[in-house]
């Protein structure tokens, strides 16, 4: 009993607060030195980076590189490529810096349901399918996401902190799925592009907000789901009737003219009736 007391006090002090016996302390220091050179000969990580807007990804890449990140072109010839190392979560990183312009994907419906004689408007509003794409006109954003992020271990969404750019990071994020399914995918919230704001992002990097992103689905649901209905009845009614032919700026088959329908539109129709009221 009095050798395994001895022995305590020697090598468990550290349990109470006392220094460390020596073998314990050198010890420490390899296992350190061997994790700290373990950490050097690993390779960089490649990570890809996204900002809503080309501006905000050369700001960003300027501030963080200190003015040292060097440029190339993408697939997209509006949204530029910018490069320089950095150190992210303790691990050294390749940091790659490109952009979008807004939202690269946009809800409609099946082909079997886009002609104005193809369906009942009332099956707009709950029976037909609605599909995700990339937008007409983005399909080369859309390839500069798949072409960078199939090189990349590590993507850092830099969307706009609301819920439409947490929606846009939901849509970066299954582009570059497309190519790289097991990439991590990670959330940079800033509200400014100071360094104490981009570098304050980075080290508090957290997971994309699935609920916001769903939430503007659905408003971009109803949005396309009523807008079209409406738009199409109001319009087919009016043209069967005879009523069309005589709207202004109607063709003498009195298929000339829409009557759009909107949840936008009318509250922008009473501003302006409003403001000449007033």
């Known amino acids: 009993r009095e050798k395994r007391a001895r022995k305590s006090s020697v090598c468990g002090s550290s349990l109470l607060g006392t220094p460390k016996c020596p073998l314990e302390q050198n010890f420490g220091r390899r296992l350190g030195g061997l994790i700290g050179a373990h950490a050097a000969a690993m390779p960089p990580i490649r990570v890809l980076n996204v900002a809503e807007k080309p501006s905000v990804a050369k700001e960003v890449s300027r501030v963080l590189s200190n003015g040292g990140c060097s440029s190339r072109r993408g697939a997209s010839q509006y949204n530029m490529i910018w490069e320089f190392p950095y150190t992210v979560m303790g691990q050294r990183c390749d940091m790659v810096f490109t952009s979008v312009t807004g939202h690269v ?17 009332r099956e707009l509003i709950d029976g037909a399918r609605v599909v995700k794409q990339v937008d007409k006109g983005k399909e080369k ?123 936008c539109q009318f509250p922008t129709l009473g501003f302006i009736v409003q403001r000449k009221w007033d």
């Open 105 to 121: 994907m946009g809800l409609d419906f099946p082909p079997s349901h886009r002609g104005w004689n193809t369906c009942n408007p």
């Open 141 to 263: 954003v859309a390839e500069n996401l798949r072409k960078e992020a199939s090189r990349c271990a590590w993507l850092i969404l830099w969307l706009d902190c609301d819920r439409e750019g947490e929606n846009i990071a939901f849509e970066v994020m299954d582009i570059c799925k497309q190519s790289k399914p097991g990439i991590r995918c990670l959330r940079a919230r800033f509200s400014a592009l100071s360094h104490n704001d981009v570098t304050r992002a980075l080290a508090n990097l957290r997971d994309p907000n699935p609920h916001e992103s769903m939430a503007v689905d659905m408003r971009q649901e109803l949005d396309l789901r009523f807008g079209s209905a409406f738009t199409r009845f109001n319009t087919l009614l009016l043209q069967r009737s005879g009523v069309a032919a005589r709207l202004p700026g109607a063709d003498a088959d009195g298929k000339g003219n829409i009557v759009s329908y909107g949840p």
